[in-house]
């Protein structure tokens, strides 16, 4: 991975990066899963039903044209859920033997999410309770239709039977309340109604 650019007031600038997306509506998606030898073969499965682990990476294209990586990243001190304003070969190597490009706008979990507006877009900051760090989870975006977490995390397993672990070097997405508190996605305040936290779709 090609190091970020740093940022100064870290917390500050994610903030507001992730405010830029409200509003965009999405035109195309692209997962950045790792692959294994010369030919670009897949180190392993991405899709897992109501999660995905693309493990590198996610870019969000907009209709405006803008671009956005989301990354793991350690800019916070520990690996946490990052998104740039750039795309994703800023980041990567994108190559077999690195990671590679599979576009999944035509997904079912995505396809639907296709030309829709994001209203809404927050952070899921996980604070440790005997320190002052603070790290970026996931990134939460809400549509109309449905809400995505993408979140730094991987996962043991698959199926009913898979466990899973946040603050690692690995990107999962996740499209459902249900799974997202099952990966232990903290909980975000609900811009619409104050501080109280919510895991609601926005419907």
Not at 115 to 135: E, L, Q, Y
Not at 167 to 192: H, K, W, Y
């Amino acid at each position: 991975m090609v190091p970020p650019p740093f940022m100064s007031g870290s917390a500050e600038s994610l903030e507001a990066i992730v405010a830029e997306l409200r509003g965009r509506r999405l035109a195309d998606v692209t997962y950045y899963p790792l692959t294994i030898g010369d030919d670009g073969e897949l180190a392993g499965e991405w899709d897992f039903g109501d999660w995905h682990e693309p493990t590198m990476g996610i870019e969000l294209i907009f209709r405006s044209g803008h671009r956005y990586s989301a990354i793991w990243n350690n800019t916070f001190g520990e690996y946490g859920l990052e998104i740039f304003p750039k795309p994703m070969s800023g980041f990567l190597l994108i190559a077999p033997g690195g990671s590679v490009a599979v576009p999944v706008s035509d997904h079912p979990d995505w396809a639907g999410l296709i030309g829709k507006k994001v209203i809404a877009a927050d952070i899921s900051w996980n604070h440790d309770p005997g320190t002052a760090v603070r790290v970026p989870s996931a990134i939460r975006l809400g549509f109309r239709e449905a809400t995505v977490w993408i979140a730094a995390g991987r996962s043991a397993g698959s199926g009913p039977a898979a466990t899973f672990r946040l603050g690692t070097d690995d990107v999962m997405v996740v499209f459902s309340p249900e799974m997202s508190l099952r990966a232990g996605i903290p909980e975000v305040a609900d811009r619409t109604s104050g501080d109280r936290p919510v895991r609601s779709n926005w419907r």
